[in-house]
């Protein structure tokens, strides 16, 4: 396993800041664009996951810089972050840490594993064997890390953003749909634009361009801002909808395994995020709406054989389309 441990200068906070999400969310953004050009969308939607609580996988090519987002947001928020290097040849206590009998006290110490920061960046995730990916589902359900019969806690802000390769790339495993389902959002960097390319070809080579990202935000500002968003009122109607347009992943004829419970609860997290980012107190259908296929593509598992991991997505991703586009708000 290769694991390198990102450490940061808190920013001192006397008492609880007030914060304005939008605000905040626009400071983080200018950093993160100046790492990630041309990406705007994506990165708008790893702030807006932050901000809801949650945790965001990355898929992707190798070498559009998905690692390279996640170190940044990292950075431009002080946050206390660890990188594991998933491999197929990891156990699952790489990952957690594990109890080492000691012999002076004659009782064995919990050493702490990379889990235990504020920003986890797993690195090729699906790279790693099944058993190793288990590792992560009790941190990312329930913030804290059961070992040897003894539970701990993890911090408080607790993010994982994992990069995940095509599953049809040599020496990959394909993720359980139980931790697809922990992942609030998935997105892709894709290729960048000619202009963004070129602009990169010209920057300083002996540059790390995360080095653009300063610390523009503290730990406790970013919980601040999730308290903030958590408190975006969502109407009944509103939540009516989103609950319509869950169902309708579990009936649809092209689905063999449609969106859980879990599934709604981020939806209106996200869409309460997503309102506090905008500025507004209240969740509308278009929150929703926009945010329908990057919280629910991934979950679905479509009808039918595929010839490729990339064919499968694009079909659950046209589904939850459809299914927005027919599905009115009640």
């Known amino acids: 396993m290769s694991m390198t441990e990102l450490s940061h200068e808190p920013v001192p906070a006397a008492h609880a800041p007030t914060v304005h999400p939008s605000a905040l969310a626009q400071r983080i953004s200018d950093t993160l664009a100046q790492v990630i050009q041309g990406q705007r969308d994506v990165i708008g939607t790893v702030v807006t996951t932050v901000f809801a609580g949650g945790h965001l996988l990355l898929e992707d090519v190798p070498g559009v810089g998905k690692t390279t987002l996640a170190t940044a947001l990292a950075r431009a928020i002080s946050a206390d972050a660890r990188r594991i290097q998933f491999t197929s040849d990891m156990l699952p206590t790489d990952v957690t840490g594990l109890s ?39 941190a990312m359900e329930e913030r804290s890390v059961t070992v040897d019969g003894s539970t701990h806690r993890l911090p408080e802000l607790f993010v994982v953003v994992a990069t995940q390769n095509p599953q049809d790339m040599e020496g990959t495993f394909a993720l359980p749909e139980a931790q697809r389902d922990r992942f609030m959002t998935r997105i892709s960097l894709g290729y960048p634009d000619p202009a963004s390319e070129l602009r990169m070809l010209l920057a300083k080579s002996d540059q790390d361009p995360r080095d653009a990202a300063p610390a523009v935000a503290s730990v406790e500002e970013v919980r601040a801002a999730q308290r903030a968003a958590a408190r975006v009122h969502l109407s009944p109607e509103v939540g009516g909808y989103i609950v319509s347009l869950i169902n309708a992943t579990r009936a649809h004829p092209g689905v063999s395994l449609g969106a859980s419970p ?69």
Do not use: C, W
């Open 100 to 138: 080492v009998y000691d012999q002076e006290s004659r009782r064995f110490q919990f050493h702490p594993g990379p889990i235990f920061a504020n920003i986890v960046i797993g690195d090729e995730v699906n790279r790693a064997t099944p058993k190793t990916q288990s590792a992560l589902l009790e």
């Open 262 to 330: 879990r599934a709604s609860v981020h939806l209106s997290r996200m869409s309460r995020a997503r309102a506090a980012v905008l500025g507004r107190d209240f969740v509308s259908p278009d929150d929703v709406a926009n945010l329908a296929t990057t919280v629910l593509s991934h979950r679905l598992v479509p009808q039918g054989r595929f010839a490729r991991a990339d064919e499968a997505a694009r079909a659950a991703t046209e589904i939850v389309e459809e299914i927005v586009a027919r599905t009115p708000l009640q």
